[in-house]
């Protein structure tokens, strides 16, 4: 079903905004010389920037809608209202992906310890973080041909220790986070999938070098 514009309908004959519907628009108004209306699907995907497909997923988490749709007539949605509603989830996704890359920061540093370098490093974006990783990992590649390095078996047992200590530390970490940060329940969880994901990158690089 293609959906067609609905009658232009002057403001004076729009619907008054419920309380909830007006402190929502209050906050992400329309900007400004942009009248109110009742648009359809396709007009109001248009105006968002979004392409149909996100509007129905949007719909289905609770974008207000003015007009059920049903055979022979397309959905209504009032402009004012659904651009706020649009307004506010992006601003709330932008807000759960500052504080994801917080959780991560704080990982990181906390990961990397008293290190003089640890806060530039952490700065660094995972491409140059695992370009100079990849240039350390060479270089002590390059040192055990010369023998500057112990033999892997002298160490094997430190390195047991030593990841028994991360591995302790790395699970108490997320509740941790959690607390001092004041992180949800997917917040913690992203914190402890990182966590994983290091201990695992570790064993990797551990095996490679022994």
């Known amino acids: 079903m293609t959906d067609t514009a609905p009658d232009v309908i002057e403001p004076g004959a729009l619907r008054p905004l419920t309380a909830g519907e007006e402190r929502l628009v209050a906050a992400f108004p329309l900007p400004a010389g942009v009248p109110d209306a009742v648009v359809n699907k ?3 995907a248009d105006a968002l920037g979004v392409s149909q497909t ?3 997923n949007w719909r289905r988490a609770g974008l207000p809608v003015e007009a059920e749709g049903t055979n022979g007539r397309s959905y209504e949605f009032r402009l004012s209202v ?3 509603w649009a307004a506010q989830r992006r601003e709330g996704e932008a807000a759960d992906r500052r504080r994801a890359e917080g959780a991560a920061q704080q990982l990181r540093l906390a990961l990397i310890g008293d290190d003089p370098g640890a806060e530039a490093r952490a700065r660094l974006s995972p491409k140059e973080q695992r370009e100079i990783l990849e240039a350390e ?5 390059a040192a055990r041909r010369r023998l500057e390095l112990m033999e892997a078996e002298a160490v094997a047992e430190a390195f047991q220790d030593v990841f028994a200590a991360i591995r302790d530390g790395l699970d108490a970490l997320p509740d941790r986070l959690g607390r001092e940060l ?6 913690i969880e992203a914190a402890q ?3 994983d994901d290091v201990m695992q990158g570790a064993r ?3 095996r490679e070098l022994i």
């Open 137 to 141: 990992v060479a270089y002590m590649q």
């Open 82 to 84: 659904c651009h706020a």
């Open 182 to 187: 004041a992180l949800d329940g997917a917040g």
């Open 54 to 56: 996100t509007l129905d």
């Open 42 to 44: 396709y007009q109001l």
């Open 193 to 195: 999938a990182i966590c």
């Open 204 to 206: 990797r690089r551990v």
